[in-house]
């Protein structure tokens, strides 16, 4: 009667009592003894398996130590295995329990315990190097790779277990990652594969991870891991760093052209991926320059390399005009830089050979200006390239006794671009023209002869005109055709 009067005066509605503790954390709080005393008896081993592989770095490529061929006696012990097995599935049917069925929440909780198995299982049983070492790089790749591919708790999410998980994950695969690649350093055939599997998990993180987060460290671990690998495999073949430079920057112009191809880093919510990935490129040709600072050759030929490679970047479609700027001007100094560099170790000792490339690119740079800024002022798009042009070489036949030859070039030039500016109407042009051809063609006067007084008076002439009606008249059609000029 009285668990008859109990059960009537339950709620008869469907709803149930809510847990005072959740059960998650009330299973959690029951197994925390047993599992610290379990991690205890395994912790010898897992010391050294994570510790043992930092002994190659005092020999790289020099083969294993022997101490990671055999391991202590007193940590090969299978029983850890099974231990740190039971845990793991443990773990597992505890995530399938409490889950419910979402991926998210179950693997960070299986991943500390598997990664653990996976870690001490070589040494558990006697093996030495290299399993050692590729058990280590596995549990890098599975636990980075398991949270890059689930999606973390939201922040407005009461998941403090969870994300202690997650955080727990990543220490161990950090501290795997860095055990595996030091016992990777013993053998140049084992550091190739660590590096070449190393850009292939960045990579895999960086397409397909589930968060914004996790694509932009995929990027930079990938690229990072590419630079590296395209360094070692240089060295592996026998080329001086200054060549493996050139790989270097090759993975600098893929990340460029990943950036201008890929379809998801043209969207507007990829805006910051799509900067990581363009500033790793840029960060790899420093490092190729920096592989490269003692020999110029190289770096000359790197400089031209790399204003190539931000020219088709500059192309990229949804760029703003600033930036297209940047880059148009970044390839100018990168072109000019390799020509002087190139002319410098021939011993070129012609001044133009320096300014007129410059004025060349700073030229062409303008000119693609004006197509995309009709407004821009003549003195912006074309003035720095006539000033480079112009000036050295007209410094240096006032100041010296300079050939014949650079005069009468020099004379010809400024005419060519006075009568250019003249018949496109671009004020740049005829006012540097013509202040250049009048200077040369006055010191033209008193250097190579009185035969050529005529030359100046009939240009006064003929600009001026006979009578002052003349010459009012030419002035005033000049000053007006010089304000209506760009």
Do not use: K
């Amino acid at each position: 009667m009285l668990l008859d009067g109990a059960m009537r005066r339950l709620p008869d509605d469907g709803t149930q009592r809510r847990w005072r503790v959740s059960p998650a954390a009330g299973a959690l709080a029951a197994a925390a003894l047993p599992t610290a005393l379990a991690v205890a008896s395994i912790g010898p081993t897992l010391v050294v398996a994570l510790a043992d592989p930092y002994r190659t770095l005092t020999r790289i490529w020099q083969g294993p130590p022997p101490e990671l061929l055999d391991p202590p006696a007193d940590v090969v012990d299978p029983t850890h295995v099974l231990t740190a097995l039971l845990l793991t599935v443990t773990a597992a049917l505890a995530a399938t329990g409490f889950s419910g069925g979402r991926r998210s929440r179950a693997v960070p909780v299986v991943l500390p315990g598997a990664a653990v198995t996976l870690l001490i299982t070589p040494v558990a049983l006697g093996q030495g190097w290299p399993a050692s070492a590729l058990a280590g790089l596995s549990v890098f790749t599975i636990s980075m790779l398991g949270l890059a591919l689930t999606l973390p708790p939201r922040l407005t999410e009461r998941a403090r277990s969870l994300r202690l998980a997650r955080v727990l994950v990543f220490a161990i695969g950090l501290a795997a990652g860095g055990s595996g690649l030091a016992g990777a350093l013993a053998t140049r055939g084992l550091t190739l594969f660590t590096l070449g599997g190393a850009v292939g998990v960045g990579t895999v993180a960086a397409l397909f991870g589930t968060t914004q987060r996790a694509r932009i460290l995929g990027w930079l671990f990938a690229s990072l891991m590419a630079q590296l690998f395209a360094l070692t495999a240089g060295l592996v073949a026998g080329l001086a760093a200054v060549w493996s430079a050139f790989g270097v920057l090759a993975v600098g112009a893929a990340l460029q052209v990943f950036v201008a191809t890929l379809p998801r880093l043209r969207q507007p919510e990829a805006q910051r991926e799509a900067a990581t990935v363009e500033w790793s490129g840029y960060a790899a040709a420093l490092i190729a320059l920096a592989l490269a600072f003692d020999s110029p050759r190289h770096i000359a030929a790197l400089l031209a390399a790399w204003g190539a490679v931000l020219g088709v970047a500059a192309t990229r479609p949804g760029r703003r005009p600033v930036e297209r700027r940047i880059l148009f001007w970044a390839v100018v100094v990168c072109e000019i830089s390799a020509w002087w560099i190139m002319m410098r170790v021939a011993d070129v000792a012609l001044p133009e050979a320096y300014t007129l490339p410059f004025a060349a690119l700073a030229l062409l740079v303008g000119v693609l200006e004006l197509r995309h800024r009709a407004e821009l002022s003549s003195w912006v798009a074309y003035g720095p390239a006539l000033v480079t042009a112009f000036v050295p070489t007209l410094a240096i036949v006032l100041a010296t006794d300079s050939s014949t030859l650079r005069q009468v070039l020099l004379l010809l030039g400024a005419v060519a671009v006075l009568t250019f500016g003249s018949t496109s109407r671009q004020q740049a042009p005829v006012i540097v023209g013509a202040t250049v051809t009048v200077i040369a063609a006055v010191h033209a006067l008193f250097n190579l002869g009185p035969w050529l007084v005529m030359i100046p008076v009939g240009l006064v002439l003929l600009v001026l005109g006979a009578s002052n009606e003349r010459r009012r008249r030419t002035q005033e059609r000049l000053q007006t055709a010089l304000r209506g000029m760009r």
